[in-house]
């Protein structure tokens, strides 16, 4: 691992909402970011199910769109394992390995959760392109 991610992972670690001084072993600042990652795949659930639950009579939609989900997963665990290839992992990145997974995926969920946000509201008048987003 280079000097230089090393900075990066721990700048992230940094980052977090809680103060600094109260994440002071790298334990609080694992269960810091787990928590944060909970906390995005939560409201990324929710939305999810909130979609489902307003297309439920739309069978055809409801398929593609699980499956675009279930698409979504696999790329995101992907993405994480592109990002932190080693196999030993904990070696190769160090300590703060944990933390920087856990932010590489609260940010991916973050961002797909604004996503899935485009079937929830209503797409810019005149948008022609907008499929199954459109009301």
């Not at 900075?7 to 940094?14: E, I, R």
């Not at 809680?18 to 609080?28: F, G, H, N, S, V």
Request: one cysteine or more; a positive charge.
């Amino acid at each position: 691992m280079t000097r230089w991610m090393i900075f990066v992972c721990v700048l992230a670690a940094m980052s977090f909402a809680e103060p600094r001084a109260a994440l002071q072993t790298q334990t609080d600042m694992n269960e810091a970011a787990r928590a944060e990652y909970t906390a995005a795949e939560a409201e990324l659930n929710r939305v999810y199910q909130q979609i489902l639950q307003a297309r439920k009579s739309d069978v055809e939609f409801t398929l593609k769109f699980k499956a675009a989900q279930r698409a979504w997963f696999v790329f995101r665990e992907a993405e994480a394992q592109a990002l932190y290839p080693a196999a030993d992992k904990r070696r190769a990145y160090g300590s703060i390995y944990p933390v920087c997974r856990a932010q590489v995926l609260t940010q991916l969920t973050v961002e797909r959760t604004k996503q899935l946000h485009a079937w929830i509201d209503p797409p810019a008048e005149g948008d022609t392109c907008a499929g199954s987003r459109t009301p």
